[in-house]
């Protein structure tokens, strides 16, 4: 999930940044419907269920598994399906304000999850 949160951050929100309001709305609002699949969600989820199993197996995997559940799927629960919801009601009127919060979140997302990885392997 790194991996997946800074490609979006260095690469696919740069990019949409760089089109027209209403192309950038519209083709963000797309990937927000496409990435809701089995693949997807078990990675997200799955990351979080492993990640957990190993704080409860070896208390060394906590950090870890607290990066991931609170830098991944808390900050996605709190942060970025409201923002993601806010744009799909209101597309290209909230498409500059939406750009740069959810980047931002994005963001540390991406750096959370990245510690995770670090945390968890260090653990093992």
Not at 41 to 70: P, S
Not at 85 to 102: H, I, K, P
Request: glycine letters at 6%; aromatic letters at 8%.
């Amino acid at each position: 999930m790194a991996g997946v949160y800074t490609a979006f951050s260095v690469v696919v929100m740069p990019a949409l940044r760089r089109r027209p309001a209403a192309e950038g709305a519209a083709l963000m609002q797309e990937v927000n419907r496409v990435i809701v699949n089995p693949v997807f969600v078990l990675l997200f989820a799955g990351t979080g269920v492993l990640a957990v199993v190993a704080a409860v197996l070896d208390t060394r995997a906590v950090v870890g598994a607290v990066l991931y559940v609170l830098g991944s799927i808390g900050l996605t629960v709190v942060a970025d399906i409201p923002l993601n919801n806010t744009l799909d009601a209101d597309g290209e009127r909230v498409w500059s304000r939406y750009l740069s919060r959810w980047t931002a979140w994005n963001h540390v997302r991406a750096l959370a999850t990245t510690a995770a990885t670090v945390a968890l392997v260090v653990a093992a």
